[in-house]
Structure formats: C-alpha cells, structure tokens
C-alpha cells in the first residue's frame, strides 16, 4: 500500500521471492535524475551496459519524444529484465521493443478526443440494403433500394425538422443526410473516363472539395502527388453532375464541389491494391480538413454517392443515379437523423465501409484509447510506413465516422469486415451466470475481449466492402433489424419491414422473414450471392486463428482470494486500523460518509437509498472544502441514445478487467508477447480490489511499479502541479523501463517495506507535512501523459486509496484510466466499526468478511447502474471514456488531468485544490491551527440539515415555517420573511447567486406590468406521481394549479378518471362528497392535472388519460435520477394505487430505464407523434436534464416535433432514488438552459419550441434570472410541496410522512394540512415578486426579458443581494461588467457564458419570443385515421355508440400509428370503457411503427401482412390481429411478424399474432392478452398483469421484474426456459383447471383469427400438448384459481444459464394479485 517513491517488484509467477533474493525481487527505482543502485545489477550478465544512469526526463525531453529514445532507455530496459528474472533475450527484446515504439511516437502526438466532440453532434438514422449476386446488375436494382430509401424518410429529418411537418409549415428542408453505396458503375463511368480493359486494377474516388479554385487545386494536386507516389496512374477526373436547385438553404450553404478521380496500378491488384489506396487517402487527409478535402470513398469496388440531402432529394441530385447504365447487383443506404442542424457534408452516411444508425457511447473511450494503442501498432502490410497511417480515428469524424475509420484500418491488416466488426462490436457472449462456452466463437471474443474494449451503444451497424455486405446488432439489440430472403436470390436486411413494393415483389416471392437479435450479425457474400446466417458467418471468422489455444496461454484467471477477517494478523492493514481516525480526517471523510455510505452498504450490501433531492450548494460555490470527485459530475444517457438496465438486463453487462500489456492489436497473433511465464494479462472479475487482492497481483508475475502520491506541501504554491508533473515523469519512466502496472498509492509516505513486503507498523506515521494528491487528479494527470507519449497502453494503472469510498468515487477513478481501486481504508473502517458493539449489532449476525463483501457488491452494482446511466454495458469500455462534467475547475487543472472534460464555471487552480486538501490536513493536525484534538469525524450535513452545523440547505425547517405561514395567513409580510430567508444573507448555493441585474433603463409604475394571473400561467409543478404523493398531496397541487391558469403534472403514476371532470357538488364549508377526503375546495374547481406525463413505466397511460390533458410530457429523465426510472417502495402501493397502475398491491414498481421506445431521436420523434395522433391538440413536451451537450440533444428534440423542451437541473427533487444518483448526476439548470437556448437560436429552431426550466425555483428572482437566460415557463417541483404542508421531514421513500403529503398510509394522511389555496396563494405571492423586478427593471412584460441575457452580470464584491434592484444597478451600464464575487476558497469563477456583455439583437429576439407558446402544436400531417374518421359510416358508429362498421384498406411502413387517432378520437366521446360500438378495420401490406397504439375497447385492427415495432403499444381494448397472406410460402410459425417492443404499456385488449415477434414482448404489460408463436430476449420484463402465450422459442431473461400477470410457454422438447432469477422459483406446469381452460380458450381464439398451424396441431392433441406447457407465475398469484402450486415450488426445468445478476425473487408473503390479472375479457386489464 505504500512506501517510497516508487517500488517496483518482479517475481515469479510460480512463488513469492524468498529473503535471500528479495534485492533482485524489490527494486527501488531512483529518484528523478539518480541512477538506478548498482546493487541491483550483481549477478547480471549485462552489468557494465546496464550501469548507465537512467535520467528522468528533462520537461523538454518530455516534449521531445526523440530525446527520450537513446541508449539510455534501452541499457535500463535491459538492466529491468536482468534484474527481474527475464532471460538476456528476452531483456533484449524488450529494450529493441521500448527502442522502436519511442522511436515511432517521435512522428507525432496522440491527441485525445476534443471537448467540443463531446458535446457536439449526435445522430441516429434507417438502413438498409439489398443484393441479388444470381441476377446480372441492372439499373432496377438501384431503383428498388432508392425506392426503399425513400421509404424511410419519417426515419431521418431536415434542418427544419421533420419533413411532414415542414411541407405543412414551411422551412429549411435541407436534410440531414441520405446516401447510398453501391458497386462500381464502370459502365456509365467508361463513356467520360477511358478506361482500360482490366478493372481489377482500377479504382474510383468520390471526392468531396473546396468551392474555392485555388484550395480545390491545392488539394487535387496533393492527392495526385501521394497516389503517384504509391505507384497509380491518374486517368482522369470527372466532375459529378449535380442538380443544386433540390437543396435546402443550409445544405446549398455548405455544398461541396464534387469530382471522381479515376486511377490504375500497373501490378498489384485486391488487397494490395486497397491498401496502398489506403495509405495515398491517409497522407493527404492528415494534412488537409474535410472542408479543403474529403474522400467519401477510394476504392475498386464500391463508391459512395451522400450528402445533406432528403432520402426524396438524393435521386434528384445526383443525376448518376437516374441513368440507366448506372447498374448494380448490391446496394446499401442510408438516412440521417441530426440533432445538430448546421449541414456538415462529410457526416452523411454511409462511410466507405458502414452505415450506422445508433450512437457510440463511448465514443470519447474508444478515440482515446485507439489514438494511445496507435503507438504500438505494427503489421507487416505496412512495415516502417505504419507511421503514415496513424492514429486512425481523426476528431473532424462522427463517432459513427470514427468507427469506420478505425474498421478500415483493421481491413488493411488482413481482418475480414465481420471478423472486425466482432471485435468492435462483441455480442453478450457470456450466460447469464457469467460463464463462457468452450466454443470457437466464445474463445474468439475472449482472446479480443482482453484487448480492445467494445465500441459500445445502441447499434445497428450496416457494412459492406465488396466481399461481404451485411449487418450486425450491439449486445443490448435495441435497433431494430429485419432481413428477407425471396426466391430469385434477392436478400434484404433493413431497419424496417415494408420497404421493398409489393408489385414487384409480391408475398409468394418471399422464402423467408426474420430479424436480428442482439449482438447478432448477418451477412451476404458478394460472389456467391449467400445470405449467411449469424452463427455460420461467426464460426467462420473464429476459425481463423487458435483463439482457444492463444487464451490457454496467454491468459490467467486471478483466483479467488479471501478477505481480511477480524483476527487478521497483517501488519500494513492494522497499522492504517490503527491510525484509522487520523487518516480520515486527512482524506476528506465525515460521519455522514461512514454512517450513510460505507456502513450502510456493508449492512445490506446495497447504495443506500434517499429522497427531496440535492439542496445543498454546489462545490464551486460552497464555503467547505470538497474531495475533488464532488466537482464532477455523471453524465448520462438521453435521447439520443438510451440508458440500460443494469438490474433486469444485468445479463449483457461486465465489470470483468485484463491487468498488463496490451501490446499490438494489429497484429495477427499474439506474438508481441516475450514469454509464457511473464507476459500474460491478468483477468480480474472486477474493479474493486481488497487488501488480499492487491497484494496478490504484486506477485502475480506482471512487472509492477508502486508510486508514492505523497507530496510536501511546504515547498510553495506550485507544490501539487509540480508533484502532478513528477508523478507523471515517474509513471513513464517505469514503463519504459518494462513496468506492466503502475499502482498510485496514498499511504503515507515513510511507511517502509521489510523483506517480506509488509509494512513495519511502526513506521506507518501521518507526516504533517505530507499532503495526498487527490487520487482523481493524480490518475487522471498519469492516464493523460501517457496518452500523450504513446505509453498509455503498455501498462495498467491501479490506485491503492484511502479517498475512495463511494460508488461515485470509484466512477471517477475508473472513468479517468484506472483499471482497478484498491478502497483501503473504508475496509479498514468496516473492520474496525464490526468489532464495536455498535457495529457489530448492525452487521446483524453477519461476519466482518460478509460485511466486506456486502461493501463491494453493492460499490459493484453501483458501478453497474452508473455505467447502464450511459448505456454502457462493459467496464472496459467506461474506462477511460470519462464520461462525465465537471463544474468548477481551472482549464489548466481540466488540460493536464481532464482533458477533453467539458467544464462549467471555470474556477479552481492546482492551489485551490491542495487548500481544500490541507483543510482536511488540518483535521488530522489540529495544531496547525493551534485547534483542539477531534474525538469524532465531523458532521458536514451533505445528505442532512442540521442548523447549528454542517452544510447549508435551501429546504430547511425555518424557510419551511416562513412559507406555511404566509400562504395559510395569505400575508405578503410574510411571504416577504420568507423571500429574506431565500435571498438575503444565506450562503451561495448556485451558479444563479453570483449573478445579478443590470438593466439598460429606469423603472417603470407596478401597475403598468402584467398582472399575476398572467404570469401565473407561465408556471408548472413537476411531475410528482399519484404514489409517490399520497391522494391529497397531489389532488391540492391540480387545484391550485388549476386556479391560478398554471399546470400541475400528473407524474407516472396514472390519474383517476373522477379527477378529470369539474367538481359541482361543494357545500358551503368546503367539502364534496366525490372528493370527501380534500378541504376548502369550490365549485368549478378541476382536479385533473392539465399536464399527463407518459413516462417508461407507462402506469395508467390510455387514450381517455391523453385525451384529458392540456399538456403531454414525455419523461426522459429527473434531474434527481437521470437515466434511472422510477421507483415506488412496496409499502406505497395500496390497493388504490395498485388499480390506478394495474398492478398489484404491495408489489414494489421500478420503471425501467427509458429505453424501451426512447432509445433514440428518431424512435422519440415517433413517440411524439403517437402523442400528437391520440391528442391531435395537446402540446408534446420532453423532459431533458442539464448536462453537457444537452443543447445538440435540445436541437434534434425540437426537428422531432417537440412543442415545449423542459430542462430540469440536478437539484430536483425525488421520493426515493439512491443516494449518488441524488447527489452526482446531472448539472445545473443555469447551464442546461444557457446552452440549449444559444444552440436553438443558432440553429434558427427557437421558434419552433417554448423553453421551460425547473429545478429548486422557489422565488421570483428565480423565474426572472430564468427568463433572461431564454426560459419562457417555469416549474415548482420540491417547493409546491412544501406550500401545501411538506415539512422535509426527508422520509419520502419510507412511507411515514408526518404531515401526509408523502405517503399512502391512512392514518398519516388524516394529518394533511393543505388545501388549493395554499398552493394558489404561493403562485400568486410569486407572480407578485416577478411583477416587482420587471417594474424595478424598467420593463412591463416577462416577453420583453425572455432571452435578455444583456441584462444579467456577475454580481460585485459585498453587493448585498436582493430580488429588488436597487436604483444604481438599475441605471448601471449594459456594457459595464462588474467584477465576480470573491469565494472563500476560490478567487474567480468563470461566468461568461451565463451572461452576454453585448445587447441581444432584438429582431432575432422578438422572431421567436412566444412564437410555439401562442401556436398550437405541431401537426403530424395528413395521416390515414383522418381518412377512416371521415368516412360517414364509422362517424356514424361513433356518434350513436352502437352497430358494426367493416372497412377494408392497404397500409404501408410509412403509414404510422394507425388507430391512435380514432382511439382518441373515442376515448374523447365514451372515455376507454365505453364504447359500444365496433369498427373493423382490415389492412393489407406492411404496418408502420405503433400499429394500433393505444388503441380502446370495440376496435379491432387486423393487417394481413407485417408490422414494424411498436405493435400495441398502450393498448387497452380492442383486439390487434396480424397474419401473413395466403399465398406465402414460408411456415408462419418460424418467421417474424412483428418487431421489438410490442405491447409496450398496454393495459387490455387482446392481441393474436401469426409468427415470432422482435426483443421486449409485453414490457410494461397491465392487462392485455397475447398469443405469438415465438419472440426474442426479456419476454413479459416488468409485467404486472395480463397474459401472454408463446406457442414457439423465446429468447433470454424471461419474466425479469415481472410481478404479475401470466406467462405459458410450449416446450415440446422440454428444452427449458432462461428465466430471469426474478421468476426462476415461480415457474410451473399448467394443472390449475382455470389455468389449463384459460390457456386453451386463448388458443383456440388464436387459431381461429389466424389459421395458426401450431395451434391447431396443439389443439387437435390438446392432453399431450398440455404438459409440454410451462406457466411463469409471479408470486403475487399464487393464492388465485389459476395456479396450483406443487409440493416443490420450483418444478420447471430451467435452463442451466439463468440470469443471476437481477433483484431477488419477490417475497411470496405478498398480497396476493388482483382479481382482474386472470381475466379474459380484452377490456379488463384495468380497474381503474
């Protein structure tokens, strides 16, 4: 754990060193500048090379990668492996190996992935492609995928949004990108270019250039120039012939001028040939930008055509692609979705090998790590000139672009597209008990697994390089994937079904339907025509090398090692228990961090869980000192790419880690190993290691370098940077000198090590002045370096640390570079609080070793959920990939540890954090400040308020007593007491409080603004659920809401129908017998929530619940949890809130993570426009929170059709949430809405969307700050709640609210004591204060501040802070700008882009200013349900609520959310359950996504045909039928009918489907009932009720979080089920007679719809076929007549890979179900 500077220890393998050899086992690396001791070398064969000093590096050295490659490096190379047991060969190995790599990395630097990347664009698109390979190329073959590009337009969108929506209203339609690739055209290209016979030796480049004559030359003549000098000979250029007049201003803007250049070598042909084109591209494209230069493709087989264009547009500008000798056998394309909308023509797709529609997430991971392994890359295609194509990822790419880039280089070394794509791209191979199967294609990924880390997120990857075209899915399968086969040798894969038309492709052609699954992959071979399959494709790839063999050798599994018990005689671990306060104290920790975290965690081996958000003040702004992770923040996953999750879906995620050298990933085998004994990678199962551990891995044969992060703090101000800098010159001194892991260790410095390598205990001392530099900044500044110089690769990083204790913590670590974190001393505290009385009673019985455990399995599931935030599935991939925001740090301090961190509020230096480390210092040595000796840790209130200590909160009880006492007495003193408290003298708590105004004129008369009410309406509560809240709680907040014209949200939780009617029956005293529970209530007052949210649980989401709201609010994220769903404990779940949610009582609900039909932009433009289908009047919104990059995200949320963006800040509140999410997640709203407002207004979108923020506004200098930085509406989240009675009490998530606004128990509820006027009269006081400011400020109106950034300034020094202006800071200069307010820990913080030191343009202003906010909301066009409404005979049905109406129809893909319209329209008339009517609606073809969404009782939609994901979404009545035409040829059963995530939400009706189906059947499902023959992975996840049937094979992880409803599954072969450890006991034969009728009622019904062949064979032998059925029944069932449970619960044969990483089984002690769980009526899925 400690000791000197640096400790570098070699030993074998096989055994620790003995005492007479401990000088050749521990070797003392010099310190700076010192040679390395001569004792070291006795007894080496090389002594006298050897004896040479090794210098460190001097800063210009550092610089100079050349000066740091002589002789010097490579004498202690060899003097290293000497000493170290290595044989003289292998020592002169290594040292030629140091010699060539330092030699390589002189050619240039590695860069790491730029800030503005991060934050920049984000896409998301459709794909597909087509082949035929046994018919010659024709033109219709191009015609037929340019007819099915056009087909996915809805799947793309334009600079001014969605094309439909811009044909209605006008705008930019320049698009986002739309391209094809094909094979080469020789014969259209043969009749303007004269080329020679033999085209193998030919090629092709697109070319992309400068509009700008002489920069066009300049580049033409540097691509000939470095063709020629690979051999080729230049046969022409031809320019491409173009219509400009189809494009879009913006795209026109930026149009390139485009040429094909046509070349031929005299000798090389095929590989060869590609890769000297490769290298001639390379060169030029180092040198030049994309806007001088960009080559859409170079190559011998395929070309590219792309651009800014509309899928429509691209055939008509480029008129190549409209001549008929342009002809082809295969084609892919592709269109683009951009959330940013300045045209950049480069990022169209495809690329010159794939098109991908999904994000990388760890996009800034994978660049850095490519860009840092570069300098070990070496092939022998290249030789000495591999220099001269790296680093292959380039920052100007896309990440989509960067993934091309780097899949090219594979290619050019020997690497198949498939097999690159495997390795990018890895499938969950793993079961989900985490084990591999002794196969090729397991061995395959993991020998790769250990060196490159996946390229993971949301994808669906499209490729082709003229072998093979095909497509591959990532391992959560998120993306849809479709593939076809007919029977003249077509094949088809694309995003969407229905895409090829049915006159030329009629059903009877079609052999075949099926879909990708995750991580799966299909490809074409292009000479044979074969369509191969994904298990033949990936054997074939993974028999190319002995990857079995390769893993046996150079692989070692690290075993399992105990942790240290209570009796332990370890000397380094009892000396650090025995100095354990005075460590703590000097590292940061307080009793809230023991007590909270590290105590609970080693209770109940879970993140503790908490409620009402983060109140505190931000650390920049806080007036105690903070550990460094405290400044940074996570950040996560949001529209344009899903979060995941790590609890239901643990089976595709890993925290597995390989320790050592990763050596040289082009290579074709591992031979940059030196030898077996001594160069393999250490497998480790995870990222925490114990004391036990670490010290294992010391003598695990890897050359390992312990550095000391001690440093003297007395040596000046400069003391931490220059600590910094020498611990990075240290770091790379020792892996130049072989180090294979370099541990950064804070344990104090004089600690020394015996011969044995313990610590002698009486050395372990606390130096006073001796500071830790924070292990944050020390990995991150060592991880960066090494970057630099091309070393990071070379070795792994461990930090051995006491400042580790949280789950955010070891994030940080882990996410700036370390491989592993070794906690030491909060498994010292465990230990030593398990042997107190106190302690020990905790633990509960549970040993100190158990403890330990518990400790690390719930920091590993922290990690997980940290990790699924960001949609990332692999630790390997978060490392490094810093994903992350920092608020409050110097750029010097980000540049040289953090660089490429996108920062806010710049403002720490190196001396500002080594002040906020010796404050800590001073705890531990209070003399420093002449103090007394602490007996205890402090108390620092940072989960907690206590008000004669600790922490400042804004939600504390005096403010609480202020409020409750003006807005029941209705007394503006009052209010005016309570706006003090908020304003005046408290602490800065946010980014907003070191701002104030400055206004350009005098005030104006209070009469002369807009009155309150006008105001008012401006305001919004958030979105706090009915479950959360108790009835009353969230009943009052409506009311008031509804009185003062504002809008209250309903939360996910569902509403109940009575609310949505006018209450009329109000006595004189207040009361109303349909509200009975509510006081001073009045007739005309409305309970119903004017905003509806439909967040991803969907909870009570039906079209009569759409239909009753003014406003629609899609939930992407809270700002209290982003990335994270919902959560309401068990014991809030009463029967009355069970029936509003159709689920059952006392069953605790967790929404899944917003992935399921969020999980990108385009998939959120169709949730949007369900939304805008069933309430054509409703406005959509979309709740985002602050982070990095929120404004790109903000841009393409408003091309999608979004009426209002919400931006919530970090500091909202929850009612249960686990405590990091609370305090580390998401950033302040200030610079969410700064930046989502200068995008918007820069991308010309402001006007199309209104701009609302919310997150701990509880004044009116809140909302008009908010104002002036764009925000047009404001929301009351925590603070509404506390007008109507919350005390913060703080014990939301435990049921027990003492005051009844937060819980559902009866006897607590009886004490609330709001009432609507309290909430009203909070409005109102508020509104009054915004009306003050305005006058004050000399304006009248909140439209003539909105985005008046102009009148906001850094606040000045002792400006005593008021929401009033005072006279002279109303009449202060615009221009003036005053100097930022001093902190006590810090002298500046970086304001600029929170303000505009310049008048804002009022033209631009005053053109969207209240534009989408006094409009009504976007339209999704002209749509087939206003054909179907219009026609006389179903209005007729629909108006007189009876008779039958049958209409027969085609439909096609673009024809989306059928049935949503005419549900709403119903539900609107005879709300969902009332409809008596039926309408028949039969469609032939293929149905877009969400065919029958939310869909009601008595419509009954049937498609002969297919359908796209989505089917049944919402759904509550009616039955969906969908089967394939007569006249096809394949076998129904084994082919796919419908796609991923159908019946997401639905509460009822009935749905029949004639085939398998795509991934997350069912989740969500509430009532409705299904039959399939057979569906993909997470089957019935997070069901509640209902029943679904699978007549055929479903994937993995079934019933995961699944706590109601039914399952039956048919296992003729008794193959068993993977049922998620969820449901793994509750799975049973069907013997209960109501069960087996159930099962064979819904059958039959099925058969009859659809003719089903498995179901009539299962009918026809009805007794045998009933015993290959199993039933999945939760455990809230079991009492009910449906299930028979046998004498052994658990009797089912459940496959040997059950999913083990997921929440325990329920507690069969619950309720039992309600009755309408079993019920066959399609309607009863609800009783609400």
Known sequence: HGGGPAILAFASRRQLPSPNTAMEGFMSVASPGQPLPSSLLRGSAITGAAAKPVQRPTAAAAEDPEQQSGSSSASAALALGAAGGLTLAAGNRRARRTARALAKKAKGKWDVYPTENVVGEKDACGVGMIANMEKPASHEMLNVALRALGLMEHRGACSGGMDSNIQMCGGDDSGDGAGVMTQIPWELFGSDVNLPEDKNKCAVGMLFLSKDTQVRIDAKLQLENSLIQEGFTILGYRIVPVNSSVLGERSSQTEPWMEQVFVSHPSVTGQELERLLYIARKRVEDKLSYDSLYVASLSPKTIVYKGMLKSSAIVQYYKDLRDPRYKVQYALWHRRFSTNTMPRWPLAQPFRLVGHNGEINTIQGNYNWTNARSGSFEHPNFGYRMREVLPPCRAENSDSGNMDCYAELMLRCNREIPEALMIMVPEAYKDERGEAGDDEISAFYEYWGALQEPWDGPALIAFCDGEYMGATLDRNGLRPARYFTLNDGTAVVSSETGILESELFPAEMFKSKGRLGPGKMVAIDLHSGELIENDQIKQKMAEKKPYREWNKVFREEMEQVPFLGSDHDVVVPKAIEENLMSLQFDLGYTIEDVEMVIEAMAQTAKEPTFCMGNDKPLAVV???????????????????????????????????????????????????????????????????????????????????????????????????????????????????????????SDV?????????????????????????????????????????????????????????????????????????????????????????????????????????????????????????????????????????????????????????????????????????????????????????????????????????????????????????????????????????????????????????????????????????????????????????????????????????????????????????????????????????????????????????????????????????????????????????????????????????????????????????????????????????????????????????????????????????????????????????????????????????????????????????????????????????????????????????????????????????????????????????????????????????????????????????????????????????????????????????????????????????????????????????????????????????????????????????????????NINRSVGGRIAGHIASQHGDYGFEGELKLNFTGSAGQSLGVWNTKGVHLRVTGDCNDYVGKGMNGGTIVCTPPAETSYEATDNVIAGNTCLYGATGGEIFLNGRVGERFGVRNAGCHAVIEGAGDHLGEYMTNGVIIALGTVGRNIAAGMSGGLLYFYDPKDDGLQVNPDNSSNVFRVTAPAAQDQLHGLIKKHHELTGSSRAANILEDWPSSLGHFWQVAPASTHQSEYVALPEEAATAKVSSSVAVAASPSPDKKQAPGSSSWGASSPSMGSSA
Not at 750 to 771: H, I
Not at 875 to 903: H, M, N, W
Not at 1010 to 1029: H, K, Q, W
Request: overall charge negative; charged content about 20%.
């Open 622 to 744: 806080s007036e105690r000192a903070h550990v460094l992770y405290d400044y940074f923040t996570q950040r996560f996953a949001q529209v344009t790419n899903p979060a995941i999750d790590p609890y239901r879906e643990a089976l595709v995620m890993s925290l597995e880690l390989y320790l050592g050298r990763q050596g040289n990933l082009m290579a074709e085998g591992p031979t940059y190993f030196q030898n077996k004994a001594n160069n393999r990678l250490l497998k480790v199962d995870s990222p925490f290691l114990h004391e036990q551990q670490l010290y294992a891995i010391k003598y695990s044969g890897l050359l390992t370098v312990q550095l000391s992060t001690r440093y003297d703090f007395n040596k000046g101000p400069g003391a931490l940077e220059k600590a910094v800098s020498d611990l990075c010159y240290e770091a790379s001194n020792a892996i130049r000198n072989g180090a294979e892991l370099i541990i950064l």
């Open 748 to 1452: 104090p410095r004089n600690a020394g090590f015996g011969e044995d390598g313990t610590l002698d205990a009486a050395s372990l001392d606390l130096e006073r002045d001796q500071l830790a530099i924070p292990p944050l900044l020390a990995v991150g500044a060592v991880h960066h370096y090494l970057i630099k110089q091309g070393l990071r690769t070379q070795a792994s990083i461990i930090v051995s640390t006491g400042q580790c204790w949280s789950t955010h913590h070891f994030a940080c670590l882990i996410g700036y570079g370390a491989s592993a974190v070794c906690p030491y001393l909060a498994l010292a505290h465990i230990r030593k609080w398990h042997s107190t009385d106190k302690g020990s009673a905790k633990a509960d019985g549970q040993t100190v070793e158990e403890c330990q455990q518990n400790y690390k399995t719930a920091i590993n599931a922290g990690l997980k959920k940290i990790m699924s935030k960001m949609g990332i599935s692999v630790l390997e991939s978060y490392r490094g990939a810093q994903i992350f925001q920092c608020i409050g740090l110097d750029k010097k301090v980000i540049d040289v540890a953090f660089t490429g961190t996108p920062c806010t509020a710049e403002a720490l230096t190196f001396k500002d954090i080594a002040n906020e480390s010796m404050m800590f210092h001073r705890r531990a040595f209070p003399e420093l400040d002449e103090g007394a000796v602490a007996k205890k840790l402090e108390f620092a209130g940072w989960y907690k308020y206590l008000k004669s200590k600790g922490e400042f909160h804004m939600n504390n009880p005096d403010m609480s007593k202020a409020l409750h006492k003006a807005v029941r007495n209705n007394e503006p003193l009052a209010y005016e007491e309570y706006r003090r408290q908020i304003m005046d003298g408290r602490p800065i708590t946010a980014i907003r409080d070191l701002l104030d105004f400055a206004s350009d004129r005098q005030p104006v008369p209070l009469m002369e603004v807009e009155d309150a009410l006008s105001i008012c309406n401006r305001f919004v509560t958030g979105g706090m659920s009915l479950g959360a809240l108790s009835r009353e709680a969230h009943e009052v907040i409506a009311l008031g809401m509804n009185r003062v014209g504002g809008m209250s949200n309903s939360g996910e939780g569902g509403e109940d129908p009575l609310r949505f009617k006018t209450i009329e029956d109000v006595d004189e005293e207040g009361h109303s017998t349909s509200f009975p529970h509510l006081n001073g209530l009045r007739n005309g007052d409305r309970a119903t929530s004017a905003t509806k949210q439909i967040a991803s649980g969907r909870f009570g989401v039906t079209a009569a619940y759409l239909r009753s709201a003014k406003q629609l609010e899609i939930k992407i994220a809270q700002g209290a949890k982003p990335g994270e769903g919902g959560q309401l404990p068990g014991p809030k779940v009463d029967a009355y809130i069970a029936s509003l949610r159709n689920s059952v009582p006392g069953v605790e609900l967790i929404s899944p993570p917003p992935h399921h039909d969020i999980y990108s932009i385009e998939d959120l433009a169709q949730l949007i426009f369900d939304l805008h289908q069933v309430s054509s009047d409703a406005k959509v919104s979309v709740k985002l929170v602050a982070s990095a990059g929120i404004g790109t995200i903000a841009a393409g949320v408003a091309k999608a059709n979004a009426d209002v963006i919400q931006i919530s800040g970090h500091d909202g509140g929850t009612g249960a949430s686990p405590l990091s999410s609370i305090m580390h997640a998401g950033g302040p709203w200030e610079q969410g809405l700064s930046e989502v407002h200068k995008v918007l207004v820069e991308n010309g979108l402001r006007n199309r969307v209104t701009l609302r923020v919310d997150g701990g506004i509880k004044t009116g200098w809140d909302i008009v700050v908010a104002a002036m930085m764009g925000a047009e509406e404001y929301g009351f989240g925590s603070i509404a709640m506390i007008a109507e009675g919350c005390i913060m009490a703080r014990v939301c998530h435990m049921n027990r609210c003492p005051v009844g606004v937060a819980t559902q128990r009866e006897d607590l509820r009886k004490k609330f004591p709001g009432t609507p006027e309290h909430v009203a009269n909070f409005m109102l006081f508020v509104a009054e204060e915004v009306r003050t400011i305005i006058a004050a400020l000399g304006y009248r109106s909140m439209d003539e501040l909105i985005g008046r950034r102009d009148l906001l300034r850094p606040r000045s020094d002792g400006k005593v802070r008021t929401n009033v202006p005072q006279p002279a800071v109303a009449s202060q200069a615009a221009s003036e700008v005053a100097t930022p307010k001093t902190l006590a820990k810090t002298s500046r913080v970086d304001l600029s882009n929170f303000f505009a030191s310049e008048k804002v343009d009022e033209d631009v202003r005053s053109a969207w200013v209240g534009a989408q906010r006094n409009s009504t909301a976007h339209s999704n066009g002209p749509v087939i349900d206003d054909e179907i409404l219009a026609d006389a005979e179903v209005a007729k049905v629909i108006e007189n609520n009876s008779g039958t109406v049958e209409k027969n129809m085609l439909i096609t």
